[in-house]
Structures are given as structure tokens and as C-alpha cells.
């Protein structure tokens, strides 16, 4: 006759599995880090995302250097000569497609949490090319006061590339701040985001110009204004999502590095 010990719980089939055998499972874990088990212990209240106060803070962050530049040399030296519908018309036209690009890019739509990356480079794709198609069309000189591209290859690329390298500075800037600022999004199109931050500091970047660059021929503000939206699309769509990668790495490094101290 068997006793009883031997068929008791944790003993029939020759392994342990009662609370010494849970036991010694657990002790075999890695340790937790003292943030990981600091936040377990003491969970913190989740933010809402305010996606208006950033598009504030972008905007008002952004437009600081334009602003300074602008103040600094004043408006181009052809401006009161302009026929005021083209003047006021294509300014009225950059700073709106500003304005859109920003909002689409920060702001989701109704009944969203995440801004919808792809309509916002889509958005800046369609504002980019219809200005480069305005500007080429519709050119706005007022002779003897608009100075005109160089005849020469070389001449016009170096002019083209003054305002192009300066429209892309203010492309960087925004898409940089858009990074930071929308760094716990993470959507998952990060590219399409890039794009359209590009594009809304391309069109940051173009309104500038409109007001401040003398060059007044057609293939100059097609090229070199316009242009510069299709750069700044294509380049922000190659940073963004390196930048946010980098970010989240190292947050999630900061995360899982032990805490050494005492609490």
C-alpha cells in the first residue's frame, strides 16, 4: 500500500510544481531596471496630446528666422511696383498653403488621434506643384525695377541655388521642430509625415521669398521657389524617419538603463 505523500500534489510526476517550483522560476528573470520598476510601481497619468497647441508652438518657432530675415532686409526693392493683385495674390497663396500644410501634418481629422500623414504629403505635393505652375504662368515683373536671371547656365543655377539653400533651411528647421514636437506620435508612415513637414517649410520657405527676393522671371520662381517645396518634400521624408528612430532608441535605452541610488 502507497502512503498518502506520494501521490500528493507537486510529487506524481517526479517534478516540482507547487510554490517552490513558481518560486525559482522567477528568481531565474533578469532584474527589472530601477525606471522600469519605478514605473510599474508608481504608473503616472497619461498626457492628451494637443495637437492645435502644437501646431501653435510650430508655427510661432518657425517663423521666427523668416521674420528676423524679413525685418533685417525689408521687403524686396520691386515690391511697390508689382501689380498689387500679383503682389497680394501669390503672397495670399503661399501663406495659405503654409497655413494647410502645417494643419494637416499636426492636426488629425475629426474623430482621429493621428494626423494623416499621407494626405498630408499629398497635400504638399498638389500645393507644390500648382504654385511651380502659377509662378510660371502668371510671372510678375515690373520693368525696370525686377531684376531678371542670368543669361548664362551658370549664373541662373547660382541664383537658383541661393533661394533654393535658403528655403531649405527653413524646411529643416520645420520638420526638425516637427520631430520634436510629434516625436510620441510615431505614426507609422513616418516618411509621408516628412514629406508634408517638408512641404509646409517649403511653402514657409517660398512665402519668404515671394517677399523678399527681387527675381522676378518665370523659370527662376518656378524652379527656385516651387522647386524648393519638392526638395524640402524629399528631404524631409529621408530625415524625419531617422530622426524619430533615433529618438525612440535612445528613449528606450534611458528606459531600460539601470538606476543606480537609492529610493
Known amino acids: 500500500m502507497s502512503s498518502p505523500s506520494s501521490h500528493s500534489p507537486g510529487h506524481s510526476s517526479g517534478h ?8 525559482g522560476t522567477l528568481s531565474d528573470l533578469p532584474p527589472l531596471s530601477m525606471a522600469l520598476a519605478d514605473a510599474v510601481r508608481a504608473p503616472r497619468r497619461v498626457r492628451t496630446r494637443h495637437p ?38 501669390f503672397a495670399a497663396l503661399w501663406l495659405v ?24 504629403s499629398r497635400f504638399a505635393l498638389v500645393a507644390a506643384l500648382l504654385l511651380m505652375v502659377g509662378s510660371w504662368l502668371i510671372p510678375g515683373i515690373a520693368p525696370g525695377h525686377t531684376l531678371l536671371s542670368p543669361t548664362d547656365a551658370k549664373g541662373f543655377w547660382s541664383q537658383w541655388w541661393g533661394c533654393t539653400f535658403f528655403s531649405l533651411q527653413i524646411a529643416v528647421s520645420v520638420f526638425v521642430v516637427g520631430a520634436l514636437l510629434l516625436r510620441k506620435v510615431v505614426p507609422l508612415r513616418r516618411a509621408w509625415l516628412g514629406a508634408g513637414l517638408g512641404g509646409a517649410g517649403g511653402a514657409l520657405g517660398g512665402f519668404a521669398l515671394h517677399l523678399l527676393c527681387p527675381v522676378g522671371d518665370a523659370a527662376h520662381v ?12 524629399a528631404l524631409g521624408a529621408l530625415l524625419l ?15 531600460s538603463r539601470p538606476q543606480h541610488g537609492t529610493s
Open 241 to 255: 524617419p531617422v530622426s524619430l528612430t533615433i529618438a525612440l532608441r535612445e528613449g528606450r535605452r534611458s528606459l
Open 16 to 23: 516540482p510544481s507547487g510554490p517552490e517550483h513558481i518560486g
Open 222 to 233: 518656378a524652379l527656385a521657389h516651387g522647386g524648393a517645396m519638392l526638395l524640402g518634400m
Open 97 to 120: 498653403a503654409t497655413v494647410v500644410l502645417f494643419k494637416t501634418a499636426f492636426v488629425p481629422a475629426r474623430h482621429q488621434v493621428l494626423p494623416d500623414t499621407f494626405k498630408a
Open 52 to 89: 492645435w497647441r502644437a501646431l501653435t508652438v510650430a508655427m510661432a518657432l518657425t517663423v521666427l528666422w523668416p521674420l528676423q530675415i524679413l525685418r533685417h532686409y525689408g521687403l524686396r526693392r520691386d515690391w511697390s511696383f508689382l501689380p498689387p493683385s500679383f503682389a497680394w495674390g
